[in-house]
C-alpha cells in the first residue's frame, strides 16, 4: 500500500499552499487589513486564489490518492499530479495578473483541475464498477 506518487503531489501542493497564504498574509500587511480584503483588489485576488486552491486541492488530493491505491499505472498517476498542480499554479498566476477577470491562466488553470477530477472520478468508477 504504497502512495509514494500522490505523497510527492501533496508535497508539492502544500508548498504550493504555503506560498498563496505568504501572499494573502503580506497583502494584508501591505494594506494594514486583518479581515476581509478592505476594498483591495490585489488583496482579493490573493485571497481568492488560495480560497479556490482550499475549495479544489483536499478533494482532488483524496482523488489521486485512490487512484494509486486502486493500482493504476504510475503514468496516470503522474498525469492527474502534474495536471492538477500545473492548474493551480496556471490558476493563481493568470487571477494575480488579471484580478478583474479572465486570463489565459485563469481558465486553462481551472480547467485543467476539472479535467483532473473528471479524470480521476471517472478512473475510480471504472474501477470500482469492475470489481463488483
Do not use: C
Not at 485576488?45 to 482532488?60: H, K, L, M, S
Amino acid at each position: 500500500m504504497h502512495v509514494a506518487l500522490s505523497a510527492l503531489y501533496a508535497g508539492l501542493l502544500g508548498v504550493l499552499l504555503l506560498v498563496l497564504s505568504y501572499r494573502v498574509s503580506m497583502y494584508r500587511r501591505r494594506h494594514g487589513v486583518s479581515l476581509g480584503d478592505g476594498g483591495h483588489k490585489d488583496l482579493q485576488a490573493a485571497i481568492r486564489v488560495q480560497g479556490n486552491f482550499v475549495e479544489y486541492v483536499p478533494t482532488a488530493l483524496v482523488l489521486l490518492v485512490l487512484v494509486e491505491l486502486s493500482g493504476w499505472p504510475p503514468g496516470v498517476v503522474h498525469g492527474l499530479g502534474a495536471a492538477l498542480f500545473l492548474g493551480r499554479v496556471l490558476h493563481a498566476q493568470g487571477l494575480t495578473a488579471n484580478p478583474g477577470g479572465k486570463s489565459f491562466g485563469r481558465l486553462t488553470g481551472i480547467l485543467l483541475t476539472w479535467l483532473m477530477l473528471l479524470a480521476a472520478s471517472i478512473l475510480l468508477v471504472v474501477g470500482a464498477v469492475g470489481h463488483l
